[in-house]
């Protein structure tokens, strides 16, 4: 059976492009980037080309790119590092309630140990709420944590318009950009920000890797101490095969990225609008426009995602839910509550995300699956008609 | 996660439906909880002939719908109910552990058909 | 020219039949561990039996191992998150002066945040002080945080004898086994230690993985937080081609560590043997047997360790120094100065550290070049005479 | 790290050695530290007629004594004592950041040799 992985935003398969550079820093070019011998100065050397590559990416520079260990570890060192670093100035902070489990986990941490967090809401189609967010600010503010895109419904922040409203305030400015690298333009400059978070694993690069880019001038605590790597801002021997690895996914990113959101945005669309045409009360979960190309998440009324994804498995297409079924009861995800579809929709979603490599075949024969599966669930379903 | 033999299960479910004139109906679960089984019983001479559901849930808790209907039909009615989750979940080659809990309910749901069966007697 | 690698406790090449196994994991079987779908089953099952790897490799069980990027945030997270989780019952722990700054630097943060640390100096082979040890246990002492085998000397550390002398009392005993494993049997029921951090990049595995070793019934607090993993003591996605790599390192320690641990020694004995027999004024630094098979550190009179060490790298033999030239003056590592071999000797260190797979030709070429750097050297020396 | 000109004089220094009836000594750094250059000089009409040295110290505490007494060879006195560690590190191909420090040295070394012969002309 061949297989269709709809599900980029949990992780993608590394590039051949980018594990062919990986290769040699395995066994060959093996050496710890602080060595001083040669097996040490070309790990040096790739570390420090490496750091270039992504910087430009991201339109930053070198010193601003800081290695950690994936999108999770970004986002703490970001948030802890900024709120410890700051906190004789104030101990407020702001976020929204559609965050990543490692921004909110992290927030709700840095509440346990003495600080205070607003929780900005989004509304129905998963925006922030601009006039909360403003009305949230307060002279000990210190710190805003604003997604850039939304791992589940793709919806992308006003991240520009954040920078801009607090021009001039002391209050450092980070975005966990692991979902939209990759997808759309992240510019560093462009977004206005101080940090933003990234993991390799998201872009067709190797997982264990990821980076904060930190603007400089803005300080910040580590969260780990040890050798001076990373300017002590993260000690540990250096990932060389992996950031290499990193570097090259982030260079492809960079030079076809206009082309590859072309076509997810193309087979995004089509895919919406069969699924529309072909399977009654669909819903589409998320903002029509300011989306993620790559992103489909649509909720099927009166059936439950975890089925549909197990039946849809069973075809080999590989997709995600917003209902993670656990225990006794189903739990719709955070973002799926914030934006509450409606009992009928809530426990009926389906996280499609597309990847560069897709192909409108692909998507044709995932929404004939679909339809069949949705047409059976339905009818094993209490809540439908004979 | 899900055995084998569950997975087939849940994909080709036996005795789904509704029992247009069922002697018993059980519904347990609400869909704001992400999960409800129906189930419907035909009695006869103590004897379930006929056993149909209808589940909104996760494929556990359709392939236990599906596997607790079959193991009911043709028993007496104290057999059935005396259906533990343990042997549903035996008879699916085991449940993950966190579906543990979800496996007590479609023997409930039959339960409550059962009941309601023997209410409807007594009136 | 061919070069020699002499340098594996900086770092190790990966082995042909770790990357063999690694390769799959990128670009075939990415799937996310979290994932529902088949993907991800092949991710989880991957992560499931590299962790039943691991824990059997060290006497211990699957759900005793937690994955992290490396030594340095095992020793941060074991020392961190056992102070932080029994800093109400006491703020005293107790390390030694010569531990790894992944050790030293977190133990000095915890200084700033309140807590006590005794440092336990070493005798001049490097070998723990156990009296002194045993005197700075005090009421309010939580954790002690000793290392297995040293990073520089290769001195290793009485760690049983320290289980046994605080048995039945409530302190939690970390051991940094970074250098230890592959090298010499590491068992963490026989060490009788809690927690024991590894990192894979030392045992000829991938860098950027590593493990903490947490005995079942011990608890500490996340030092990241985000999704779930690793029980929620380790968040963010697993790195499945570096696990598996990780783990297959293991199980090759595992199944060869005697012959390799024989190999090595016979090489590290012959090496100092001849060292000492042909170039005169050589010091051994460490212990002449409680001292890892793969270690030999020399002190030369009157050369300067990162001279002697370009000197070699000019020839392809790769070695460290203990004397690390940053700025104005040649600082000696902390450990040497702990051990003061004396200041004719203590800026004439290096570090040779030998691998599985290090030939005793090599050996053999290494001190050829190693006798002649130093007598080049020495004439240009103003402390020897013409 | 080190440019492969700095390498290349390290590997191979000029001038290493004593001058027995040096007109003048100079001697910097100690050995607790970890870095000591001597310089000799030979001194005929003002000029450096030889310039030899003896390092104990990094690679580019090595280099840049090699460096400086051919620079400073043939010479006169005056010429010699302006000799700056930027064009000792240019020479060299430059000297790793953290090593800039460590170029002073040696030109330094060098003053306090003239220095020295200095002092002993005036007595
Ligand atoms: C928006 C967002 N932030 C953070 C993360 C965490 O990244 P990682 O799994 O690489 O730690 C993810 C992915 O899981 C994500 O989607
Ligand atoms: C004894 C010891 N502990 C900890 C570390 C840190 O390990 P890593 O570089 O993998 O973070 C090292 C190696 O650098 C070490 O030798
Ligand atoms: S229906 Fe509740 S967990 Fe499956
Ligand atoms: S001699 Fe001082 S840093 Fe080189």
């Keep these: 059976m061949k297989r269709i992985y709809l599900d980029h935003s949990a992780t993608t398969h590394v590039d051949a492009r980018v594990l062919d550079v990986m290769l040699p820093y395995f066994s060959e070019k093996f050496g710890n980037a602080s060595s001083l011998h040669s097996f040490g100065l070309e790990a040096a050397e790739a570390l420090s080309s490496s750091r270039e590559q992504i910087a430009a990416a991201l339109g930053a520079e070198p010193q601003e790119i ?282 009926g979603s389906l996280r499609f995300t597309l990847g560069r490599e897709n192909t409108m075949e692909e998507i044709d024969i995932a929404v004939d699956h679909l339809e069949e599966a949705v047409m059976k669930l339905r009818q094993m379903s209490p809540f439908e008609e004979e | 996660m899900y055995s084998r033999r569950l997975l087939e299960e849940f994909t080709n479910p036996q005795n789904v439906g509704v029992i247009e004139d069922a002697d018993g109906v059980g519904q347990l679960g609400n869909p704001a909880d992400g999960d409800v089984i129906t189930i419907y019983i035909k009695v006869k001479d103590d004897v379930l002939v006929d056993v149909k559901f209808k589940t909104f849930g996760c494929a556990a808790a359709i392939a236990t719908s599906s596997m607790v209907t079959q193991m009911a039909k043709g028993r007496t009615i104290e057999e059935a109910r005396l259906i533990t989750k343990e042997e549903v979940a035996e008879a699916l080659g085991g449940l993950p552990s966190g579906k543990m809990d979800c496996s007590n309910f479609a023997p409930d749901t039959l339960r409550m058909a059962i009941e309601d069966y023997q209410k409807k007697q007594k009136t």
Excluded: W
């Design chain 1, 66 to 347: 800081i290695f950690t260990s994936g999108g999770t570890e970004s986002d703490n060192m970001a948030i802890k590092g900024a709120a410890y670093m700051c906190s004789s100035r104030g101990r407020h902070i702001i976020t929204s309630i559609i965050e990543h489990p490692a921004v909110l986990r992290t927030c709700e941490q840095l509440e346990r140990e003495g600080f205070e967090v607003t929780y900005v809401p989004v509304d129905n189609e998963g925006i922030l709420n601009m006039q909360l967010l403003e009305d949230s600010i307060r002279e000990d503010t210190i710190l805003i944590s604003i997604m850039h895109a939304n791992n589940e419904i793709g919806t992308i922040q006003p991240i520009k318009e954040i920078s801009e409203l607090i021009e001039g305030r002391r209050i450092v400015l980070h975005t966990d950009a692991v979902q939209s690298v990759g997808k759309i333009r992240v510019d560093v400059n462009e977004l206005g920000v101080h940090m933003l978070s990234i993991s390799s694993h998201k872009l067709h690069g190797p997982k264990g890797v990821g980076a904060l880019y930190l603007r400089s001038g803005v300080n910040i605590l580590p969260l780990v101490q040890g050798g001076g790597h990373e300017r002590g801002l993260r000690p540990g021997t250096e990932n060389i095969p992996g950031i290499v690895g990193f570097a090259k996914a982030m260079t492809i990113v960079r030079e076809q990225l206009e082309e590859d959101s072309r076509h997810m945005q193309h087979l995004r669309d089509s895919m919406i609008c069969n699924i529309r045409s072909r399977i009654p009360y669909a819903r589409l979960n998320g903002h029509e426009e300011k989306r993620l190309p790559n992103n489909v998440n649509m909720s099927f009324r009166h059936v439950e995602g975890e089925s549909l994804l197990m039946l849809l498995d069973m075809k080999g297409v590989a997709v995600s839910t917003g209902s993670a079924c656990s225990s006794k009861s189903q739990k719709a995800s955070h973002v799926l509550t914030a934006i509450d579809p409606g009992v009928d929709y809530i426990h």
